[in-house]
């Protein structure tokens, strides 16, 4: 669904001309830049419409922001509260639905549903083991490093940022590797909103709903088997869903978050100094760009379970509010000086707050925080390789992306031996991501692909080890 421009008559007939358009052109340019412009216009809370005839209510204010998402009484995350949606003004091919529309899952219920969907997906991911984890994050930053390391350039978002969350994702779900590549554009794609947005929801579901038949059948040590097993007795729809959540905003947040801090690191000598100098921790540094670039700047969103008011504001029954994470996040009232570090505060707004707070959001740190670490120690000479005013961004009306981070390092050969892999799988290689297939495309991989184990790499003594480290 393509809004029409702005110049369009029909938004003379409409009652929202004259509204800013998350869709439009200048959130795609500048989104910090309009937020600023509507907070000066409309104070904390501000009306803005999706699309020609979609309207909501943006939250610029960080007070506002938690004021909503602590108050699930007044702010109902269950979209069917929504009046827009009742009244048939949403078509049902409209890209929003992907994003907002009523899933059975722990992000659309409140009160006893919402504790019983939210205690499954919890403890199944508590039993995530956190070692493991982070083994295999080393494991696969080193492989995508010996990748490119040998060429003495790369550029970091397509090459490393969007490849390393879903490569670690896919193991924690229980999926075949095979799955990773089709999943990162399928997933970025529905988030954007773009007109192949329901194709490509259709895909990732399709593919959650063949994992859980087969974990139903051959469970294992993997959250869809955990999921299916826990004494919530959650329904294979809702396990399903559950798994889909994971899968969008665990992708999409930790390749923000990645992508973000590294471009901190290779543009800000400070920054760097401080991390080099020891004065800051690199979980430290991530709290601080958590801070200023947020991985999703806005979250959609909130409904109004009855009249209210809210920053001044008269907010009507059924009325969507959108969460303005990175609005919030700079709000004059709380954060007056826009320079002052914010290293090792959590108290942001990048994960949302209250119940729906999210629940996956330290691994997302784990995975930036060892990820980036290992790459740093692997290319300690880790430069841009383009001035930094030639960065570009894309924005769509939920998140700000990097296009692309290109560096330069000294040359060197791949790593025979970066960690002890005993016990794990090979690292996959990752195939060049296709399209999202059409509806009459092969919709899954191969159910039984067979992924062959290599041996584990002999050991290299300690001292073999260190000398190689200290001639980087």
């Known amino acids: 669904m393509t809004p029409p421009p702005d110049q369009c008559p029909a938004h003379a007939r409409s009652p929202l001309a004259g509204v800013v358009d998350l869709f439009g052109s200048e959130n795609e340019k500048d989104p910090m830049g ?22 909501a209510w943006l939250l610029l204010g960080y007070r506002e922001n938690l004021e909503v998402a602590r108050t699930p009484s007044r ?31 722990c992000t659309f219920a409140d009160g006893d549903e919402h504790e019983r969907l939210r205690a ?75 007109e192949t947005a329901l194709r490509s929801d259709r895909y990732v579901t399709d593919t959650l709903r063949h994992l859980v038949e087969r974990k139903r059948a051959e ?11 826990h004494p919530s007795e959650l329904t294979e729809e809702e396990v399903v869903q559950h798994l889909r959540l994971v899968l969008l905003t665990g992708n999409e947040t930790t390749t923000n978050l990645m ?12 920054f760097r100094a401080s991390l080099a ?15 200023n670039e947020p991985p999703l700047t806005v979250i959609p969103g909130r409904w109004a379970t009855g009249d209210t008011e809210l920053g001044g504001r008269r907010i009507k029954a059924g009325d969507m509010l959108l969460l303005g994470l990175a609005a919030g996040n700079v709000d004059p009232a709380i954060r007056p000086d826009l320079g002052a570090p914010m290293y090792g505060n959590r108290s942001h ?10 629940p996956g959001q330290d691994i997302g740190r784990a995975i930036a925080d060892t990820a980036i670490d290992t790459l740093l120690l692997r290319l300690p000479d880790l430069r841009l390789d383009v001035p930094e005013t030639e960065l570009n961004w894309v924005a769509s009306w939920i998140s700000r992306h990097l296009v692309a981070l290109p560096v330069a390092f000294m040359p060197r050969r791949p790593d025979t031996d970066p960690v002890d892999t005993s016990g794990l799988l090979p690292a996959p290689r990752m195939r060049p991501a296709r399209a999202v297939p059409a509806d009459d495309e092969e919709a899954l991989p191969a159910d039984e692909a067979a992924t062959a184990a290599a041996p584990p790499p002999a050991r290299v003594p300690w001292w073999t080890a260190l000398w190689r480290w200290l001639r980087g």
């Open 75 to 105: 702010f109902s995350r269950d979209s069917r509260y929504w009046s827009a949606w009742a009244e048939g003004r949403i078509p049902d091919d409209s890209p929003l639905l992907p994003v907002v529309g009523w899933q059975p899952m």
């Open 349 to 358: 707004l990048s994960f949302s707050g209250g119940p729906h707070e999210c």
């Open 277 to 291: 100098g020891g004065h800051m921790t690199l979980p430290d540094a991530i709290e601080h760009v958590l801070w």
């Open 259 to 270: 992508a973000n801090t590294l471009r901190m690191v290779l543009t800000d000598p400070r």
């Open 120 to 194: 499954a997906l919890t403890d199944s991911m508590n039993r995530v083991d956190r070692r493991g984890i982070r083994r295999h994050i080393t494991r696969f930053t080193h492989q995508l490093v010996n990748d490119f390391c040998a060429e003495g350039q790369a550029e970091l978002v397509t090459g490393f940022a969007q490849q390393l969350p879903m490569l670690v994702l896919t193991q924690v779900l229980g999926m075949p590797d095979e799955y990773g590549p089709r999943l990162v554009e399928a997933t970025r794609d529905l988030m954007k909103g773009s």
């Open 34 to 55: 309009l937020y600023e412009r509507l907070r000066a216009e409309h104070g904390p809370v501000a009306p803005v419409r999706l699309g020609h005839d979609v309207p």
């Open 219 to 229: 469970p294992g040590e993997d959250l869809a088997s955990w999921l299916l097993s």
